[in-house]
């Protein structure tokens, strides 16, 4: 970025956070004629956006599956509307700006018993949400496989680039978009909101959309109806690379894709997902790495790197005010590793909605606050109850520890030490902190004392 910009003394709309979902709403607002501010905790890419596999896809592994479980089928065809009509501006947008998206097949794929029964469930909720999908035994994959659910024409972006288009383009509408400005606080003030920034500021704007991974606010209870999760990804030169996006539905999920870099094109692999904070994370990475050794033999290691995701408990991201009734304070939050799919239509409702916009038809499927959400009741439930019971075993573990681990400055969670990537990690609600005590991820706001 250039030179940092001045803040002014108010604005009309403070969007928290500089990932997609983000700068999207901040550019559509300011193109809208808001004055617009971007508050980037860390640096633009530093987080979830920068970290993704990059895929624009309306065939999401088995998510459809899964979100049929808590929402009506209505509910799901409107989740694919509104992706749909998203991706459409993201390529449309891309395009535009010479950022090469060409038509590439998805697939969803099973390589056990179990995974089968999956892709096939998921190819029955994908064709009733109005997906052209099929199913195949004949697909690019090098390894064996026993099906693939396939949709045509999905796309891949290179979310780093992706991200500085975005900013640049904020800034040439007259928005502004500021690095290393913490968020701490966002509280009403008057008929509009005041933002408490790390450095002493107090930021006054009509309205605050916070679109962090995990909102960092108490209010709504956000940090209660999510669970964060990281996963792994890495490239390999020397191997085979697909031509399309794969996404197993086995229980060790494998995501491949290929990456073209410096006039070099490479293997992406993912998965290895797991809870934040629980369990070894760098045994988690090497199974990944592990696993791609042994598929591809000759492949040599170039990059690997860590992402966090939310995965909502009804299944399906939350987009709208952070309490009902609430227009001043909204949140984007629970793309489910779907972000770069979801967050443009998310910024289209956000849009349509503080500019007075009609809102698209199916505004209702992105609901921050929805009477389905009580079908999620006990999921989510079981997801605190485990949260519960992570707070107490900690404490008490922390009590016979000689040397007692720090506690988490949300909600005082005892965090665990991650040894892939040199960080307190919380297992309750995903906050993180580098060695130094400084805040890499929220909800929490306060670095360790």
């Not at 592994?61 to 989740?79: C, F, H, W």
């Not at 690019?140 to 891949?156: C, I, K, N, S, T």
């Not at 500019?355 to 921050?368: E, F, K």
Request: proline fraction near 5%; include cysteine.
């Amino acid at each position: 970025m250039e030179a940092p910009q001045e803040f002014s003394e108010s604005y009309d709309v403070v969007v928290v956070g500089g990932g997609a979902a983000g700068l999207l709403t901040a550019l559509l607002l300011a193109r809208g004629g808001c004055s617009v501010a971007v508050l980037e905790a860390r640096r633009i890419g530093d987080g979830t956006t920068g970290h993704s596999t990059g895929k624009v896809s309306l065939l999401q592994g088995t998510k459809l599956r899964r979100a049929l479980r808590t929402n009506p089928l209505s509910v799901v065809r409107r989740y694919v509307e509104a992706g749909t009509e998203g991706q459409a501006w993201l390529r449309r947008y891309c395009e535009g700006h010479g950022l090469p998206v060409p038509g590439r097949v998805a697939s969803t794929y099973a390589v056990t018993e179990r995974g089968e029964d999956r892709a096939r469930a998921e190819l029955e909720a994908a064709r009733q949400a109005g997906l052209a999908v099929r199913w195949t035994s004949d697909t690019e994959l090098p390894f064996a496989v026993r099906g693939a659910v396939e949709l045509d024409d999905q796309f891949q972006v290179d979310p780093v680039r992706m991200l500085n288009l975005l900013v640049a383009d904020v800034v040439a509408e007259g928005g502004q978009v500021h690095e290393q400005v913490r968020a701490i606080g966002v509280h009403h003030a008057g008929d509009g909101v005041r933002v408490r920034t790390d450095d002493g500021r107090d930021l006054r704007a009509g309205v605050a959309v916070v679109a962090t991974n995990q909102p960092a606010l108490l209010r709504g209870l956000f940090f209660a109806r999510l669970q964060a999760t990281r996963s792994y990804a890495a490239t390999f030169a020397g191997a085979w690379a697909p031509a399309g996006m794969h996404l197993s539905a086995d229980d060790d999920v494998r995501s491949l894709r290929s990456v073209d870099t410096g006039g070099e094109r490479l293997l992406m692999v993912g998965g290895a997902g797991h809870v934040t904070g629980r369990g070894a994370a760098a045994a988690h990475r090497d199974r990944l790495l592990d696993w791609a050794r042994e598929t591809f033999p000759d492949a040599t290691l170039r990059e690997a790197w860590s992402a966090q995701d939310q995965s909502p408990v009804d299944g399906l991201p939350y987009v709208g005010p952070a309490v009902p009734g609430d227009h001043r304070i909204h949140v984007v939050t629970g793309f489910d590793k779907w972000g770069l799919s979801t967050a443009p239509a998310a910024a289209l409702l956000l849009a349509a909605d503080l500019l007075g916009g009609s809102r698209p038809d199916w505004a209702d499927a992105l609901r921050s606050w929805s009477p389905r959400q009580v079908l999620a009741a006990p999921r989510a439930a079981a997801a605190n109850a485990e949260v519960g019971w992570q707070l107490a075993c900690g404490h008490a573990g922390r009590l016979l520890a000689g040397d007692r681990p720090p506690l988490c400055t949300h909600l005082g969670g005892v965090l665990t030490w991650n040894d892939a990537e040199d960080s307190w990690d919380c297992p309750l609600h995903g906050s993180r902190f580098g060695a130094d005590g400084e805040v890499l991820e929220g909800p929490a706001t306060r670095p360790l004392r």
